[in-house]
């Protein structure tokens, strides 16, 4: 027996299982996993004693190269997987814009050639729906049998931009239900927001702060409310991005326990900001604007009891970054012109492990469901993706539970000049990372390439047990 490479001496960890084991990988698949493999033949051995094996974790929430909010999201395909892979995430799902009139197969087209040849770590798609008309919904069985697509992202936010009514929401539902598609929702009720905005901003109330304060959480909760009855009356399943409250988490629950299908994601800045955050002085507050807002601290225990009790079922990054000189900045006169979002991608699996993990909470093979797992069962991407087992790709994190980091936009490797989680401390991160056999990270340094990455199809929706 040869092996390309074999990792020996580490903790496996799965979603279900944690065992002693080594692990050996053939052309960029995982080829056996067993104990005392043999060694003789073996390209490279990595030694992860006293360490974990995990799956390469799985983001289904970035928006890399994204024209967003007058400008363009600070991190590129490029730049954005890098990070990506440096804190042990390998494969990414990006969110490709459809534009009101034109078709989807354009925006996805336009999404491969933003990622084609420049991703370092592999990637897969959603859609966004910007219109309800026919030529829409027709295509979407197209897309999701066709071009491996199997997920459409619907924004109840951002008015005039994003934003889509409910007869297109219901008609996306509908067509998803049909063709083995998942309808994602940003749950916000936009047009209570837009009112409340107008409002603030005529009362001469301009500061970042304003942002959480025009957006309460109860346009979340009765967003999320409504999206689930519309999914519950067209028979289709939903997946609600981005859950900041307990209020909109309480929905998903409740949705739940009437047996409906409905799944739920949130992120790390949720579990580790709060809304004093926007009160920080010179500006610094704008770092916190993203959508829905940061909440109040005592939403974060909640979140996280959630996601323990897998009553929300992925830990997305929504990375979105805008870097404060010249992006932010837009909006130092204005909140509403601040570009919502805030980077994410690189520091997702560290926060859910030290937060998590080390707080007690969350078990390591928890961390694995929610950070890799059950994503990839979401989307269409297991056992490719998702899991260590023998056939599934070589993405491998070695994860050392002992090292400490101080995460800080002086040192991260996003293309961005801020990090809301400055200063944290964070303890475990990844000793090495595999990409199809490939290592793309030691430690703190790249060893992949530009254009490495690749785009990855996703399989039709189907209702999974997560
Ligand atoms: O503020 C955010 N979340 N920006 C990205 C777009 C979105 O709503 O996901
Ligand atoms: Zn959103
Ligand atoms: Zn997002």
Redesign the pocket.
Same mark, same amino acid.
């Given at each position: 027996m040869s092996f390309d490479t074999i990792i020996v001496n580490g903790r496996v960890v799965t979603a279900t299982d944690t065992y002693a084991s080594d692990i050996a990988i053939n052309d960029g698949k995982v080829s056996a996993v067993g104990k005392s493999l043999p060694r003789e033949n073996a390209g490279k051995i990595i030694d992860a004693g006293g360490k974990y094996v995990f799956p390469g974790g799985i983001d289904v /929430?970035t /928006?890399l190269d994204m024209p $967003?909010g007058g400008t363009t999201s600070a991190d590129d395909f490029e730049t954005g997987t890098r990070a990506a892979l440096l804190g042990g995430t390998t494969t990414v799902v990006d $969110?490709a814009l459809h534009t009101r009139g034109d078709s989807l197969h354009n925006a996805l087209k336009t999404w491969h050639g933003k990622a084609d040849g420049k991703a370092c770590g592999d990637y897969a798609f959603h859609l966004t729906i910007a219109d309800g008309r026919d030529e829409t919904m027709n295509e979407i069985p197209k897309i999701i049998n066709e071009q491996g697509v199997n997920s459409f992202k619907v $924004?109840m936010?951002?008015k005039h931009v %994003?934003y889509v009514d409910d007869e297109t929401i219901f008609k996306t539902l509908q067509a998803c239900r049909d063709a083995g598609g998942l309808v994602q929702v +940003?749950a916000e009720n936009g047009d209570v927001i837009e009112v409340i905005t107008k409002e603030a901003l005529a009362a001469g109330n301009t500061a970042p702060v304003w942002h959480a304060r025009t957006r309460p959480v109860e346009c979340e909760g009765e967003a999320t409310h409504r999206a689930i009855r519309l999914a519950e009356i067209a028979g289709a399943p939903l997946y609600v @991005? +981005?859950v900041s409250s307990a209020m909109a988490a309480d929905m998903i629950s409740d949705g739940r326990k009437r047996g409906l299908p409905i799944y739920g994601e949130t992120c790390p800045q949720y579990l580790v900001c709060d809304t004093e955050d926007y009160l920080r002085p010179d500006f610094e507050g704008a770092k916190y @604007? %993203?959508?829905p807002p940061i909440r109040d601290k005592w939403n974060q225990s909640v979140l996280l009891r959630k996601l323990k009790n897998m009553e929300l079922h992925a830990f997305g990054s929504?990375h979105?970054s805008f870097n404060l000189c010249g992006q932010k900045e837009l909006g130092r006169h204005d909140f509403s012109k601040i570009p919502?979002?805030?980077p994410t991608i690189e520091d997702r699996l560290a926060i859910l492990y030290h937060v998590g993990v080390n707080g007690g909470v969350i078990s390591p093979n928890q961390f694995v469901a929610l950070g890799a797992t059950n994503p990839a069962r979401l989307f269409g991407l297991f056992p490719r993706k998702g899991t260590i087992a023998v056939g599934s790709d070589a993405d491998i994190v070695v994860w050392d539970p002992n090292q400490t980091r101080t995460i800080s936009a002086k040192t991260h490797h996003m293309n961005v000049d801020n990090s809301v989680f400055e200063g944290m401390t964070v303890k475990g991160r990844p000793r090495y990372v595999f990409s199809r056999g490939l290592k793309v990270a030691d430690g703190d340094t790249f060893t992949g390439r530009k254009g490495y990455g690749k785009f990855v199809p996703s399989d039709k929706f189907y209702p999974v047990l997560v």
């Open positions: /929430h /928006h $967003f $969110f $924004f936010a951002y %994003l +940003h @991005v +981005h @604007v %993203l959508s929504d979105c919502n979002g805030a």
